[in-house]
């Protein structure tokens, strides 16, 4: 139970472009969403973390005008990268937490974002 | 920013020996949290561990957590070779946000 997945799992864009990577809760529903950047052998940061129904919170040095999320539903929070850079390829991870377990996150597999 | 420091950074056994890792951490926690992930990969929840908890186990994995020092370990029996992974402790502040240490990159040796 409580699985997390992620699309698409890579994506190669050009820069200048936008991309969307969807986070779906399959056998729950996810009251809490987060999404977090990774760089190489680092740890990860987190960018935010929407509720379905409301607004992002997103952390200190996140650009909520580059990086769009909604959470429309209890299943689905999407994350769009706008007007991509080189510097923004990274792999993105989203993570779901549901009402009476709020203390564990169960993870997606992750997402590999190349800009060229 | 991270609040946790992993040590060691990086860890390189051989099968069947135990396996250990620490987290430090800097502020007031409610709980505290292992994750694995394998390279390229999203992560597995291990083990949570409350603030007025002093050990857990689960399996072939023990942590221990004391607060006073502000400081965790993930102790991993009878390593095997599926255990090679990166090990991340997690720190929850509030009623959700976890914060991440640097991570163990820990390799085991057939």
């Known amino acids: 139970g409580a699985v997390v997945s992620q699309h698409p799992s890579w994506v190669i864009c050009k820069s200048g472009t936008s991309v969307k990577i969807e986070c779906r809760s399959l056998d729950f529903q996810a009251t809490t969403m987060f999404w977090y950047r990774q760089f190489p052998k680092q740890s990860l940061m987190l960018m935010a973390t929407?509720?379905?129904?409301?607004?992002?919170?997103?952390e200190q040095g996140v650009e909520k005008d580059k990086f769009l999320i909604n959470h429309a539903s209890l299943t689905l929070s999407t994350l769009t990268v706008t007007s991509a850079h080189p510097e923004d390829s990274s792999f993105y991870i989203c993570?779901?937490?549901?009402?009476?377990?709020?203390?564990?996150?169960?993870f997606g597999p992750g997402t590999r974002l190349l800009v060229l | 920013s991270q609040q946790g420091e992993e040590d060691p950074q990086a860890l390189s056994i051989q099968e069947g020996e135990n396996a250990t890792m620490n987290c430090s951490y800097k502020?007031?926690?409610?709980?505290l949290q292992w994750y694995r992930q394998n390279s390229g990969r999203g992560l597995v929840h291990l083990i949570l561990i409350r603030s007025n908890e002093r050990e857990k186990h689960s399996g072939r994995l023990r942590v221990t957590l004391d607060t006073s020092k502000k400081s965790s370990s993930l102790l991993i029996t009878a390593s095997r070779a599926a255990d090679t992974a990166s090990y991340f402790c997690a720190t929850a502040q509030g009623a959700q946000k976890l914060v991440f240490g640097q991570g163990t990159r820990l390799t085991i040796n057939p």
């Open positions: 993570s779901a937490s549901y009402q009476g377990k709020q203390e564990t996150q169960y």
């Open positions: 502020t007031s926690i409610n709980n």
């Open positions: 929407s509720n379905e129904g409301s607004k992002a919170t997103y």
